[in-house]
């Protein structure tokens, strides 16, 4: 077997297991939203489509290691470079499209765990931001040649972007987001009202994401040598690798928080507090729906009155319960109306952290 090939299918091993350890991941999440919180929201659904491209880069990575990726450049035949260079085209794109739905799919979980209203305008920015940067990377992808045929033949006439500028200031800009991403829920985290051990869970838990800022800066450093490599095919082994690793640790980092009711129930005793049992039987009991059937209920104004009643603000008299009230013109009729129909735990799966927090 050739050395080249050799490097192409470890390359394609190692993709191989971070998709399929990002798929177990998200199945896990989508278990956890769908059936033991019972709220499946924008984030999970983005975080599927985020899914869906990267197990499509994995299929570009298997269609560029069966046409030699890894292999030198002198010795693969016109033909075969020609359809790994197609492969490797289409993969850029495809790249951008995971990592900016996955990070999409993080700032609208953040959205609805930290519903303040300074969280959620900032979140509102980002996804302005990355929806305007991430259509960008995705068009200059897959145009970086006018007309295209020129990325993998570059006998023809036309015109190519700088590849080393658009990769380094792209991937300069993923690093930026991701340390935004990282930081971004830290002050409210701390702000939380839960003893120390459950907040340093949640904060460890939020804080994998600098995974993702390690693996992005250890793709641009195989960037830098393929883009100043001679013998693009056999040095892009290193950058197809670390770009893999990168989509498929963001998507798990992305999902690890929106798991944790599953967790909490396989491992009760990280977000217990060890000093309540009323507490730690809320976090041991693992999610659930609590309703009251409160619908249609009518509180008095009136402190400490559950009864229903009617008052006339213009003389103010109480009506018997048994007498229909008599309005005159001008007086106002005040019902209080107080209607509860379901109540999730926002302990068990960060429904409404807003709760929790110290203003």
């Given at each position: 077997?050739?050395?080249?090939?050799?490097?192409?299918?470890?390359?394609?091993?190692?993709?191989?297991?971070?998709?399929?350890?990002?798929?177990?991941?998200?199945?896990?999440?989508?278990?956890?939203?769908?059936?033991?919180?019972?709220?499946?929201?924008?984030?999970?659904?983005?975080?599927?489509?985020?899914?869906?491209?990267?197990?499509?880069?994995?299929?570009?990575?298997?269609?560029?290691?069966?046409?030699?990726?890894?292999?030198?450049?002198?010795?693969?035949?016109?033909?075969?470079?020609?359809?790994?260079?197609?492969?490797?085209?289409?993969?850029?794109?495809?790249?951008?499209?995971?990592?900016?739905?996955?990070k999409a799919s993080i700032l609208l979980q953040y959205k609805r765990v930290f519903s303040t209203p300074?969280?959620?305008?900032?979140?509102?920015?980002?996804?302005?931001?990355?929806?305007?940067?991430?259509?960008w990377t995705f068009v200059s992808a897959w145009l970086n040649c006018v007309p295209v045929a020129k990325?993998?033949?570059?006998?023809?006439?036309?015109?190519?972007?700088?590849?080393?500028?658009?990769?380094?200031?792209?991937?300069?800009?993923?690093?930026?987001?991701?340390?935004?991403?990282?930081?971004?829920?830290?002050?409210?985290?701390?702000?939380?009202?839960?003893?120390?051990?459950?907040?340093?869970?949640?904060?460890?838990?939020?804080?994998?994401?600098?995974?993702?800022?390690?693996?992005?800066?250890?793709?641009?450093?195989?960037?830098?040598?393929?883009?100043?490599?001679?013998?693009?095919?056999?040095?892009?082994?290193?950058?197809?690798?670390?770009?893999?690793?990168?989509?498929?640790?963001?998507?798990?980092?992305?999902?690890?928080?929106?798991?944790?009711?599953?967790?909490?129930?396989?491992?009760?005793?990280?977000?217990?507090?060890?000093?309540?049992?009323?507490?730690?039987?809320?976090?041991?009991?693992?999610?659930?729906?609590?309703?009251?059937?409160?619908?249609?209920?009518?509180?008095?104004?009136?402190?400490?009155?559950?009864?229903?009643?009617?008052?006339?603000?213009?003389?103010?008299?109480?009506?018997?319960?048994?007498?229909?009230?008599?309005?005159?013109?001008?007086?106002?009729?005040?019902?209080?109306?107080?209607?509860?129909?379901?109540?999730?735990s926002p302990v068990e799966e960060y429904s409404s952290l807003k709760g929790l927090i110290r203003d």
């Open positions: 077997m050739a050395i080249g090939v050799s490097r192409g299918r470890e390359a394609l091993a190692v993709s191989g297991v971070f998709t399929c350890l990002a798929t177990l991941v998200t199945a896990v999440r989508i278990y956890t939203r769908a059936y033991m919180v019972k709220q499946v929201g924008a984030d999970d659904w983005t975080i599927l489509i985020s899914l869906s491209f990267s197990w499509a880069f994995f299929g570009l990575f298997v269609g560029e290691t069966a046409y030699l990726m890894g292999e030198h450049y002198d010795q693969i035949p016109p033909q075969i470079l020609k359809k790994q260079m197609i492969c490797f085209w289409a993969s850029v794109p495809i790249y951008q499209a995971s990592l900016i739905t996955t300074r969280m959620r305008l900032a979140c509102y920015c980002l996804l302005g931001f990355l929806g305007v940067w991430g259509t990325f993998w033949n570059d006998s023809l006439d036309g015109y190519c972007l700088d590849k080393k500028a658009l990769w380094f200031s792209n991937s300069a800009i993923h690093i930026f987001t991701d340390i935004l991403l990282l930081l971004f829920p830290m002050p409210v985290l701390k702000k939380l009202q839960l003893p120390s051990r459950q907040k340093l869970a949640l904060m460890g838990i939020f804080a994998l994401g600098a995974f993702v800022l390690v693996t992005s800066i250890l793709r641009l450093q195989s960037l830098l040598l393929v883009s100043d490599s001679k013998d693009t095919t056999y040095d892009n082994v290193g950058a197809a690798t670390w770009s893999a690793v990168e989509c498929n640790v963001a998507i798990i980092c992305a999902c690890l928080p929106a798991t944790r009711a599953f967790i909490s129930k396989l491992i009760p005793r990280i977000f217990s507090t060890g000093k309540s049992n009323n507490t730690s039987n809320l976090y041991n009991q693992g999610p659930r729906s609590r309703s009251a059937n409160l619908t249609g209920f009518q509180a008095s104004v009136a402190a400490g009155k559950p009864e229903p009643a009617n008052y006339s603000l213009g003389t103010f008299s109480r009506k018997p319960e048994n007498e229909p009230p008599t309005i005159a013109p001008g007086d106002i009729k005040v019902t209080t109306i107080v209607s509860q129909e379901s109540v999730t």
